[in-house]
């Protein structure tokens, strides 16, 4: 049985995310405050409650995503473990409750964002690099998906044209039960 505590927190980040090295690596530090909301029936409207304050951490990848993409007051979705991180000071035993990000995210909710995929290299981790290796091309983008958007005569959707098929179906499939 697993003991850790998983927790979905949408909010706004209350300071810009601060970037550091450590001996385990790279981790980005940033504060969220999410505010929950009740219906007061007096009033007849929704009023807020008192907002929630939540530091999060986040580790490689991530925490280079987060400390380049998100900026003071951006509303987030952020996925993770709550733990609790302890110190000594002297005022004695100190705690905290830190947030450790798996996901984060804008919330689509309040707006819209731009995705852009973080360029990996090819070769595995453990293999150094090729002497000879040419540097790496960018992925060929087709009108469909230029950023100043499709061209007049380019198909929109999921298929390139009604003719094309997501896949081929053979004939022993359509014998086969569905999994539900």
């Not at 090295?21 to 940033?30: E, H, K, P």
Request: charged share 30%; net charge negative; glycine share 6%.
């Amino acid at each position: 049985m697993s003991k850790e505590t998983w927790m979905t927190v949408t909010g706004n980040v209350v300071n810009p995310p601060q970037k550091n090295r450590t001996a385990n690596g790279s981790v980005t530090n940033f504060r969220v405050a999410s505010t929950a909301q009740r219906f007061d029936r007096e009033a007849q409207r929704w009023v807020d409650k008192k907002p929630l304050f939540l530091d999060v951490e986040c580790w490689g990848d991530l925490g280079g995503n987060v400390s380049h993409t998100l900026t003071k007051g951006d509303p987030v979705i952020v996925f993770g473990e709550l733990y609790t991180d302890e110190w000594e000071s002297d005022q004695g035993r100190r705690s905290r409750i830190k947030l450790r990000a798996e996901a984060v995210g804008p919330d689509l909710t309040k707006g819209t964002a731009d995705f852009r995929r973080t360029q990996r290299s090819a070769a595995p981790a453990s293999e150094p690099p090729a002497a000879e290796a040419p540097p790496a091309e960018a992925p060929s983008v087709d009108d469909a998906e230029r950023e100043d958007g499709p061209a007049d005569d380019a198909p929109v959707g999921d298929y390139r044209s009604a003719e094309e098929e997501l896949y081929e179906v053979d004939s022993d499939d359509l014998l086969a039960p569905a999994l539900h």
